[in-house]
């Protein structure tokens, strides 16, 4: 086996000379010895391994999951494998992290020894701090003296690439609430009946036991034989989620949106119901027709993960010109958005889309991602209510005095009431730390009173 000086034994060797130069200097002896014995320990260990077998070394590196979020603890699995006959007494393994991912008390360097077919372990638990691509690498196994002076690589792992997606929020909420909220949001807005279809299909011959109600008496009597009516199976309600980003989706609230929008579509995808996506600002960015397909999945977390805001504010009409071409009707759309515009002309385009899908037979739900000063709503309505009471002014004062303005006060709750004329529901979040799940209980809570229980927390 052969073995090369490391770093560190470079600078022992140049320390070693510069020791019997001032040995010599000061006519030490204590100090000759000890600089001969370094010496002849660097030159003698080379030659005591050289006859030596080289290890024989398997490395297995990969992460827990398949998909890492940001803010969320990630494990780095590690197996170092010796399938050498001999002990190797010294192995060491080291791996470098990129910027923005981090262990979490334990380091990058690990020193052990294997026995013979022996397998060495080692979870390291890492936390990404940043969406984004990076690679941990190179991981290498190596071996050497005792006083790591030598080192002689034994397997190396040049780089493992991965991306850190947008945070999750869903991943605070109970998984019984989570499955409890959005079984229970489908079955509201499912068109699927029980036992016949509505959707008419086709005329076939009259098969004995079906019901008189689907016999077409019309056309029976022009064939002189009993005609049935036969009617499409149930369908699964399909729902489209709607990213509109932007400027206004600019630092931290794109990646709130980007994580909100890939808990609906986990909410949705495990009620074994089909989803799609629509990602626009002033364009359409990207389009997924409502699938089941684990494909379709990973093709839309990469472009969820590539989406970054543009200088453009988002145009509504992208959204009603896709539904309508696309000619999408009897579907849940659920828009992610926020209403951070300062002209009123967005405003109406956001009410106008809403308004459309609607008169196609969709369903809408229009989530306000930092909607959160309007959960101020029963204290400002009951103000409102009577503009010339005495509380008006005190409460509309102490919401304003949170930081919250008149105008984005007003224009939330004109939205929810606006979009409720259309039949719609809008839905706010309640804080940096609400999370999906919360926002739509409180949301189908509110346009559907009692007819909504949820009883998990």
């Known amino acids: 086996m052969k073995v090369k000086l490391n770093y560190r034994g470079q600078l022992f060797v140049a320390g070693s000379i510069s020791g019997v130069a001032l040995a010599v200097a000061l006519r030490s002896p204590p100090l000759i010895l000890l600089c001969t014995i370094a010496i002849s320990y660097l030159i003698a260990y080379p030659l005591m391994v050289r006859n030596l077998e080289q290890p024989n070394i398997e490395l297995f590196v990969s992460l827990r999951h398949s998909i890492l979020y940001r803010g969320e603890i990630e494990i780095l699995n590690i197996h170092v494998i010796n399938n050498s006959n001999s002990l190797i007494p010294l192995a060491i393994l080291d791996f470098k992290l990129p910027f923005g991912l981090y262990t979490i008390n334990k380091p990058s360097r690990y020193i052990f020894s294997l026995e013979p077919s022996d397998e060495q372990i080692i979870n390291v638990p890492l936390l990404p701090t940043a969406r984004g691509t990076y690679v941990i690498g190179p991981i290498t196994v190596s071996t050497g003296d005792p006083f790591l002076l030598f080192e002689e690589v034994l397997y190396v792992i040049k780089e493992i690439p991965f991306r850190v997606y947008p945070k999750r929020m869903g991943s605070k909420i109970s998984k019984a609430k989570t499955k409890e909220v959005f079984t229970k949001m489908i079955g509201m807005f499912s068109t699927k009946l029980k036992g016949q279809g509505t959707d008419f299909h086709h005329l076939r011959d009259y098969v004995r036991g079906d019901p008189s109600k689907i016999v077409d008496w019309n056309t029976t009597a022009k064939r002189t034989k009993l005609i049935s009516k036969e009617f499409e199976e149930e369908k699964k309600l399909e729902i489209i989620i ?25 909410g949705v995808i495990n009620e074994n119901h089909p989803v799609g996506m629509v990602l626009f600002d002033n364009k359409l960015i990207a389009d997924f027709p409502p699938s089941m397909s684990q494909r379709t999945k ?13 200088d453009v504010y988002a145009n509504y009409d992208i959204l009603s010109q896709y539904i309508e071409k696309k000619g999408i009707t009897n579907h849940l759309v659920i828009i992610v958005g926020d209403l951070e515009y300062r002209d009123e002309n967005t405003y109406e385009l956001i009410l106008e889309c809403i308004r459309n899908i609607k008169l196609r037979g969709n369903n809408v739900i229009f989530i306000d991602v930092w909607g959160y000063p309007f959960s101020y709503e029963t204290e400002i309505m009951d103000a409102a209510a009577d503009l010339s009471s005495e509380d008006y002014g005190k409460i509309l004062g102490d919401v304003i005095g949170k930081g919250i303005s008149q105008y984005n006060i007003f224009r939330g709750i004109d939205m929810k009431m606006s979009i409720r004329r259309f039949g719609g529901i809008y839905g706010y979040f309640d804080g940096p730390t609400d999370n999906i799940v ?3 209980d409180r949301a189908l809570y509110s346009f559907f009173g009692k007819k909504w229980r949820v009883g998990s927390k």
Request: glycine share 10%.
């Open 242 to 266: 709607a990213l509109a980003a932007g400027t206004t989706t600019r630092g931290l609230k794109i990646d709130y949106m980007l994580g909100t929008t890939m808990d609906i579509y986990d």
């Open 438 to 440: 919360g926002v739509l």
């Open 298 to 310: 990973f093709h839309i977390w990469a472009n969820i993960y590539n989406l970054l805001p543009k």
